[in-house]
T-cell receptor, first 115, second 114 residues
Framework: DADVTQTPRNRITKTGKRIMLECSQT?????MYWYRQDPGLGLQLIYY???????NKGEISDGYSVSRQAQAKFSLSLESAIPNQTALYFC??????????????FGEGSRLTVL | AQSVAQPEDQVNVAEGNPLTVKCTYS??????LFWYVQYPNRGLQFLLK??????LVKGSYGFEAEFNKSQTSFHLKKPSALVSDSALYFC????????????FGRGTSLIVHP
């Protein structure tokens, strides 16, 4: 089983619909992240969480919200999806600073298409 | 502010030849540097990192990277490329202090020809 699991892996939806992407991890890491990948743009950080009670906006948080339900679960929501949110979304985890140097462990990705 | 530049969108190399994927960075203070690889339809996988110490860092799958502080570079290298090395490669940097969030480059597509 994968250490970082994302569901769904693929989703097609319509403009205006609410979408939730879920992420769960078995690595025991405190830190979790949501990234968006667009061709030629690399990875852009949407939100990150250093523990259950900590949520922080990344560089492109507008139009997105997150929930950290437990140490192992971090969900990304699009309240009203729009076509330019069509992208590949990645969840990632890392150890706390005291335990490591911050290399990230990624899920397999969730491909979202908004029509 | 921290940033990463990967000047080549694509690198082509023949199987068996050495390969280099370039990365330069900008960060305040000492850098932590990382390389990740993404195979088609997969998530990113950690390859190697530079934290401190020897400038030549060895990682997974025979890859290595050379840290050059004066040139602010962290180029990824492999002595003999394999077709299976064809993938998208990302360089990332973060400061040794501060928010601890890495910044990624735009990625370089490596194509190894048989």
């Amino acid at each position: 089983d994968a250490d970082v699991t994302q569901t769904p892996r693929n989703r097609i939806t319509k403009t205006g619909k609410r979408i939730m992407l879920e992420c769960s991890q078995t690595k025991g890491h405190d830190r979790m992240y949501w990234y968006r990948q667009d061709p030629g743009l690399g990875l852009q950080l949407i939100y990150y969480s250093f523990d259950v009670k900590d949520i922080n906006k990344g560089e492109i948080s507008d139009g997105y919200s997150v929930s950290r339900q437990a140490q192992a679960k971090f969900s990304l929501s699009l309240e009203s999806a729009i076509p330019n949110q069509t992208a590949l979304y990645f969840c990632a985890t890392s150890e706390a600073e005291i335990a490591g140097f911050g290399e990230l462990f990624f899920g397999e990705g969730s491909r979202l298409t908004v029509l | 502010a921290q940033s990463v530049a990967q000047p080549e969108d694509q690198v082509n190399v023949a199987e068996g030849n050495p390969l280099t994927v370039k990365c330069t960075y900008s960060v305040s203070g000492n850098p932590y540097l990382f390389w990740y690889v993404q195979y088609p339809n997969r998530g990113l996988q950690f390859l190697l990192k530079y934290i401190t110490g020897d400038n030549l860092v060895k990682g997974s799958y025979g890859f290595e990277a050379e840290f050059n502080k004066s040139q602010t570079s962290f180029h990824l290298k492999k002595p003999s490329a394999l077709v299976s090395d064809s993938a998208l490669y990302f360089c990332a940097v973060r400061a040794s202090g501060g928010s601890y969030i890495p910044t990624f480059g735009r990625g370089t597509s490596l194509i190894v020809h048989p």
